[in-house]
């Protein structure tokens, strides 16, 4: 299974801005990712695509890849804190406030998805069938036969 990451460090949004993007991708193909990344309103939203984009070519580039994009997906996104700079902005009568511009190390890591193997997902799809149940476990018994719990 192949994995590669990529890191962008010493952007100038904060981190939690960036998390909120990130979240959005993680998880996803990496073809959805990059089709939500480019139509979403945040600013951010660029450079995590590049970063996304990088991690892929890592991953294009590592021994044993198999060539096949569409099997990989986002297997893991955060951003760190990075260093604040610290200015100061002129207030009135001779003071001064503090300004804090943030920035975020933005890491995005990518993972190939194993082959699935469709002969066996269909043959048990097929036995399923003859035996007249789903292929899905059914539910645990309901809540009403549970017995109340006491206040």
């Known amino acids: 299974m192949i994995h590669a990451k990529a ?3 010493y952007i100038r949004t904060s981190a939690q801005k ?26 951010v939203a660029r450079v995590i695509e590049k ?3 990088s991690a ?20 893991a ?23 804090v511009k ?8 990518v993972s190939e998805r194993p082959a699935r193997v469709r002969a066996a997902a269909v043959e048990g799809q097929a036995g399923a069938k ?5 292929a899905r476990p059914k539910q645990a018994a309901s809540r009403a036969t549970k017995p109340a719990a006491k206040r």
Request: one cysteine or more; charged letters at 25%.
């Open 18 to 43: 960036a998390g909120l993007v990130l979240a959005q991708i993680r998880g996803r193909d990496v073809n959805h990712a990059l089709a939500t990344l480019q139509f979403s309103r945040k600013a």
């Open 77 to 99: 996104c955060h951003a760190d804190q990075g260093p604040s700079m610290k200015r100061v902005r002129p207030a009135p009568m001779g003071r001064a406030f503090r300004v």
């Open 56 to 75: 892929v070519a890592n991953a294009q580039q590592k021994e044993g890849f198999t060539g096949d994009v569409d099997r990989l997906y986002v297997s």
């Open 7 to 9: 890191t962008a460090r």
């Open 51 to 53: 970063v996304l984009r």
């Open 130 to 134: 003859r035996r007249g149940r789903t």
């Open 102 to 109: 943030r920035t975020a190390h933005l890491t995005v890591g």
